[in-house]
């Protein structure tokens, strides 16, 4: 249980006064994108960062033909380890889908605190000395005595603020055609286009899912891919958070194994389970 958690430094805190920091708008910029990469929703770890996928999308942008693809980027949390990607193809593609299944945040700000609310229930409180994981507190009493403190100090606060997931980037690409954000679930299917290029990154992980929901997953994926698309499944891995990556590439009923990027992905052996392959390099 991770409960609670000290603040140590909390950089952005520095730059404003005490009455200012928790404010609406500052809960968007900054407080929530900070908070995202520590909460767990659902067993979920929403961690994210810029340049965790870097040798995958260089891969990408230096080796596969992205004039008029759609990419299909699946659990992208915050977005953050995409943007690079789209930053620099999104002129060149057709489409861009950024996903997640788990979007549904909001919050309320008091004076010295914000709760975050995950489907109306609390998840997470934060002032500027604790972080407490509320959904991950198991005993049922001290769950309900908690939650009825935190509710006690936000009384004032009745209003609930919708946590726009993807603020930042939506923001910036408000007027861009080519990018849409969506909730979508893995295990569910695609209603959109067809896709060229579905990435998946440090979502298809063992810790999350049994051998054969993540089976299940692939088979609902590869429905949505097209022919000669690409099937990327990233995983990083340790304190060091290593990229490990494979590119897969479908020909009909069959993947052909395109590259690994350092040992490749963990769920290597499933992917070979599940679908025909051919072998490394067998088709360039
Ligand atoms: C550790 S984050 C990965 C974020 C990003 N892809 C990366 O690698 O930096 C895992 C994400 O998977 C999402 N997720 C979990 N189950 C999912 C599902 N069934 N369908 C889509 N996304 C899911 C979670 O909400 C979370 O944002």
Redesign the pocket.
Known sequence: MLFPIKINSLKYYKNFSKNEFFSEENSYNYIIPFLLKKIK?LN??????QH??LQTQNYIINNLNLKDKIILD????DA??SIYLINKKLNILKHYYL????INIKFKISKKSILLFYNNEPILYFNKYLLIFIADIKNFFLKSIIKYKINYNFDNYKKFYDYVFWYKIEKKFSNNKNITFLK????TPWKHNNVDIIII???LNKS?FSDKKIIESLKNLNKNLNNNGYLII?D?IGKSDQENSSIFKKYGNYYSHCVDIKNGTRIKKLIYKTFKIYPKNFIS
Not at 44 to 49: I, L, R, V
Not at 99 to 102: A, I, Y
Request: hydrophobic content about 30%.
């Open positions: 929703i979920f770890f929403k961690t994210s960062s965790r996928h699946c659990g992208v949390s953050s380890s996903t997640d299944n788990f979508y679930d893995i295990f990154g440090n979502v999350y990233i990083n």
